[in-house]
């Protein structure tokens, strides 16, 4: 639907700076139908670290943190609906001098059950040796 207005804009003569916005428009809002669709992420933990692959139907990509290089685990919200929360399980990473390392790599996104986040947070720090944060 959204699509066909870009040949009623041009039908009626609009001017064409209006089927560019509106095409543009379109195409974010299929990405995030594909995405949705098309998108996995696996992520494999071991003593050693963890490997985090993200596909995209036949594009990957894939982040390796070192056990050693993990500072802590954690599950924060990043979204909700209504009053249902979504938990993302997060891999903190250490800030280490002459390396651009920090911030947080996501290992899960969209965890629906409070208390399968916390398992899933306790396997992956048992399973990498951190014990838990202070904060």
Not at 39 to 66: C, E, P, Y
Not at 84 to 99: D, K, L, N
Request: with cysteine.
């Amino acid at each position: 639907m959204w699509t066909a207005t870009i040949w009623v804009q041009r039908h009626f003569g609009a001017p064409l700076i209006f089927p560019i916005v509106t095409g543009a428009i379109g195409a974010l809002l299929w990405w995030a139908v594909l995405a949705m669709a098309f998108v996995s992420k696996r992520a494999v933990v071991g003593k050693n670290g963890l490997t985090i692959t993200t596909r995209f139907l036949v594009i990957s990509r894939t982040r390796v943190v070192d056990a050693a290089d993990v500072a802590d685990v954690e599950m924060p919200i990043r979204m909700q609906a209504g009053d249902t929360p979504y938990y993302s399980v997060c891999v903190r990473r250490r800030a280490i001098p002459g390396r651009r390392l920090g911030g947080s790599v996501a290992v899960a996104d969209g965890v629906r059950d409070k208390r399968e986040a916390e398992r899933l947070v306790a396997a992956i720090r048992t399973a990498l040796g951190v014990t838990r944060s202070a904060a």
